[in-house]
């Protein structure tokens, strides 16, 4: 089956404590599960999109879906291939599957290397080209398709706007001719009027190459505008996945009713008379999660079941899947 297949991933970090207590004791450590179980997949093709408030594990399992982080516990199909636990050579092999479009374009690319360097560097690393003027053309050839000009390869990244040296990280995802894209807030740090030039380019990357996109995001109407699919996660776990106009016409879990409604309407009428819900409370501390439904403490039809049962994660209607 290609595409990605999640299966009961769990990444769970421990943290040791340096404080020193009475008696020359050192303070306990500390666990926190920041992915809880995520079963999920993600088909070919297609560009799934990840909603959720910062903190609730959106980058983290981005992350660990091209092994970046390592898992705790889970396994993890890539194309039909378990790649949960390659190491050296086969985990370099499976780099040229997936890549991964960092969020801040100004911290990923290495000051001190010119942009021809940045984007050889991974055909050099899996010998993709032979020589010198092979590699010089493969790397005018990815930067003419992501928007930028030939002369562009001999300059470095602080001379480049947040736009081109995003467009530089795109070429650089693309050089070894990956089927998967990890972008993780790709254009949050970004001017909205670049934002949207980008998101064209990741559209039209997306059909052109058969890419399959795995989009993290918190902006609703950047989600809206280039998503197949969406999936909402809250504390460390999905609680709806399903077709974007699925998901926008019918949310089934209140916790994306909750986020839907908030997204501005064009329609000044339309906007007075829309139901706003608004949450009560406090999100949780993901170091102490309720018990039971981890959405029942601020949840509007939770009931005393909720706090003691974990709803299952299961398909409603076709495509359509919710933590109910």
Not at 46 to 61: D, F, N, Y
Not at 105 to 119: E, F, G, K, Q, T
Not at 120 to 139: C, M, Q, Y
Not at 178 to 188: F, G, R
Request: charged fraction near 25%.
């Amino acid at each position: 089956m290609n595409g990605i297949q999640v299966k009961n991933l769990v990444k769970t970090y421990t943290t040791q404590s340096t404080d020193i207590i009475l008696n020359g004791a050192k303070r306990p450590s500390t666990t926190r599960t920041v992915l809880h179980g995520v079963s999920v997949d993600f088909p070919a093709g297609k560009l799934t999109a990840i909603l959720g408030r910062s903190g609730c594990g959106k980058s983290t399992l981005g992350r660990t879906l091209i092994k970046l982080i390592p898992a705790t516990d889970g396994h993890i199909y890539l194309d039909g291939e378990d790649i949960s636990g390659l190491k050296g050579s086969a985990l370099k092999q499976m780099r040229k599957k997936a890549q991964i479009i960092f969020q801040d374009p100004y911290a990923s690319l290495n000051p001190r290397m010119s942009v021809r360097d940045i984007v050889a560097e991974p055909l050099i690393i899996h010998g993709l080209t032979k020589t010198r003027e092979e590699t010089d053309k493969k790397v005018v050839e990815l930067l003419r398709r992501v928007g930028l000009d030939d002369y562009h390869a001999n300059r470095y990244p602080h001379e480049f706007s947040g736009g081109q040296r995003q467009r530089i990280g795109i070429a650089r995802a693309l050089a070894v001719e990956p089927s998967l894209i990890i972008a993780d807030e790709p254009v949050s740090a970004l001017d909205v009027s670049i934002q949207a030039q980008v998101l064209n380019l990741l559209n039209e990357l997306k059909h052109d190459l058969d890419l399959t996109y795995i989009f993290v995001a918190h902006d609703l109407s950047v989600v809206e505008y280039i998503s197949d699919r969406v999936g909402v996660m809250y504390l460390g776990n999905f609680v709806e996945v399903g077709e974007k106009e699925k998901i926008y016409s019918n949310p089934m879990h209140p916790y994306t009713q909750a986020l839907l409604s908030a997204v501005p309407v064009p329609d000044p009428q339309l906007s007075r008379t829309r139901k706003r819900i608004v949450l009560e409370g406090d999100i949780p501390s993901p170091m102490n999660p309720p018990s039971g439904c981890r959405f029942h403490t601020r949840c509007p039809y939770a009931t005393e079941k909720c706090s003691q049962v974990v709803p299952e994660f299961k398909e409603h209607e076709p495509g359509h899947w919710a933590m109910l």
